[in-house]
C-alpha cells in the first residue's frame, strides 16, 4: 500500500519549505518519491537528498491538474512499479487543483494499491484576502479540498487577522483542521499526527473517556463529582438507565486567541454559573497564552488546574456538562463567528 500526501499551496505560501521540513525531520528513513509539478517555481533540490531513500521526479510543462493529467497519473504508476514507494507526495503547482489532482491520482489507482494520505493546503496569512478576491477559483478549490489547512507567516500576523482568517477559512471548508501555531515551532511529527489522523477530535474523545470512567468508577450516572459536591440531590433523580450521550452534552471549539492567565482564570471560574452556561461537569483545552507559552486546563466545579505545555497546532477547549449554554460559552471564549 502507498500513501499519497498532496501539499499544495500558492506560490510563496512557503509550501516547499514545509515539504523540505518533513522529508528531512521525518521521511528520510522512508521509501519516498516526491512529484513536483513547479514551472516556474524553484522545487526541492535533488542533491540534498541523494544518499536518502528520496526520490523525485519533475513534471514541468504544464499544470498535473489538467495539461499533463494523462503524464501524472502514468508518472505515479511508473513510480510505484520501479520503487515501490511507502509514501508519494505530491506538490501540484500554485494554481493546481486539488479536487482535480485528487481525482487524477483516484485514476492512476486501478491495480494499484494506492491510498490518498493527506491533504494538506499552506495558506499564507497575510496574503488569504488578496488571492480569495483574485484568484478565487484555483484558491478556494484549494482550501475547500484540504482536510489540513497549514496558516503560514502567522508570527508576522496580528492575533486579530489570524483569528480572522479562520473565521474566512472554516466558512469555505469547516471540517479541515486549521494549523495556526508558526509550524516552525511545532515538530514534522506533530503537524504529521495532526494531518494524518483527526486532531480535532481527540480531545473530545479524551474527555468522554474521562467522564465515561468517573462514572463508572463513582456507580452514579450523574457525573458529578462527588468529593466536592454541590448539586447533591442530583443523584435522587431515576436517571440510571440513561446512557451519557442522553444526559450529555460535549461542547468544544477551536481558537488561535491568545489569552491571558488571569483572564482564563477569571473565565474557568465563573463555569460554576449554572445559569449563565448549564451544568458544567468538566472542561479541559490546551490554549495559547502570553509570551509566546502554553497551557493545558482542567476544569472540575470548584477545581482548576492549569499547567504549562508545548505549542499545539491551534488552541481548543472542550466542555462537558447537561443543558449547556453554548452561545454563552462561545461567548466566554471569544469563539462566535
Ligand atoms: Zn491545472
Redesign the pocket.
Known sequence: MTKIDIISGFLGSGKTTFIKKILEEKFLAEKVVLIENEFGQIGIDGILFKKSGIEIRELNS????????GDFERTIQEVIEKFKPERIIIE??G???LS?IIKACEAAKQGESLHINMLITVVDVLKLDIYLANFGEFFENQIKYAKTILLSKTQKASPEKVEKAVNTIQKINAKANIVTTPWEELSAEKILAIAEGDGTQALENEIKELLQRGMESEGCHCGHNHATEHHHDCCAHEHHHHDADEIFTVWGKETPRIFSVEELRKMLVSLENADAFGDVLRGKGILQVENGAWVQFDYVPEEIQMSEISPDYTGKVCIIGSQLNTNALEKLFFVTN
Open positions: 504544464g499544470c498535473i491538474c489538467c495539461s499533463l493529467v501540484p503547482s494554481v493546481g487543483k482535480e
